[in-house]
DNA sequence: ATTAAATTTGACCAGGGTGGTCTACTGTTG
DNA sequence: CAACAGTAGACCACCCTGGTCAAATTTAAT
């Protein structure tokens, strides 16, 4: 098999140390998540990541290209790390809906700026890609889009109201925590805290869901 | 009263007309809400406002001053245009969401870019403005703060449920739609759009959300 | 020990964008 | 005509950009 001259160079960062790939990633994940592709400079990643200026284009050949790893990257780690691990059986929203809550939290603290980085870029779109990674991107929110929605029993709703109105309501109200928490929590270092408080307030909102959107079972209230 | 010479400047495009006030100031809120202050770019608004290079000097003394008008200007516009319309003393939660929702639609069709800058100097704070202003945005939040949480009348809520949650959940349903209608919407210019069916639509929200969360009349279900 | 190859650095480059100035020009008013 | 407010955009010095490259250093092979 041929080897382009690009896939050479690439081969020279992957076979860097762990340690010394990750340090460099995250400080190219986070500046192009704080910056846009546009307005990241390169300059700061390689002061923020501690290395020469020359060997950033010694493992990478262009800028864009260092931008089409990160997204290969982050890529891969958002399927492996959160979307695999879903069930996409579980037909009890609410029950979904907490599944895809913790990973994603979970997820979240292992990589945080994978999540920032792909807010971005989920957000840029194909501006900077080529056809293969923007449909790559275009697959990975099709999947996250079916755990979301597919597969849900709206039987186990209320019958007094419309399902598919329940159903976003419900959504509404479990985003809304997750978010209002992730910005309690700014500053802080995800991976260092400890949820279980949280988790007990998080189920103390699900118990009020389920009770008033959820059909009960001996019709009491 | 002796005039400073920023004053004077000022005053300059005070007596402008107020078509071209607005075609500069739209041109200048769009650039520092896309970019932020630091890396917009006088060139592209004076490009976008269609006028030369030295009349944005000639009524600002600096990029400086031209951003702290805009905050000035932007925090008295939503003063007026939509937090002054509250009714402070509706105590049945989602009738003032709501009419929240409906007074910051309105203003927001008034001057979209408006409320797009307010994000951006809301969330880069202080760095670029005098102590004066910082306290002025500071009051905006409080001010909007107690519109959302001051004076409500938990008592409505059901018996069987933490009031402080159901509150929280409620706002997460009402802010959830919104977001999502604004979504739904994003391209289209809002003051071009008939509201009439999502209205209509909201209120079918609503009605879930007061047969679920508010104590019933007679008790049925 | 010697040589060859692989890493690593940072000074350097041309190009482009920056906020701000200034000269020259145009209208208006008396 | 003169005085002056308004207007345009060429121009300035400066800074930062992505990328290169010659030289220095480390590593591996002989």
Redesign the interface.
Known sequence: MGEKEVDIIIARFESLEESKQHTIRQAALEEFAQHGYE?ASTNRIVKAAGIGKGMLFYYFTSKQELYEYLVKYSLEFIQIRYLDKVDAGEPDLIERLTQLARLKMEAQAENEEVFKFSAVFLQEGEAYLPKGLAAKIEELKQSGYRLMYEGIDKSLF?K???PE??F??I???I???QQ?LLARLTGQKLADIDFAPYWEEFH??LA??K???YETEE?L?
């Open positions: 307005k209320r007094d109201a419309d109105k329940v976003h309501l959504r509404w109200a985003d809304g925590y209002e103390a909102y009020i869901l009770n008033s959107f019709g209230r």
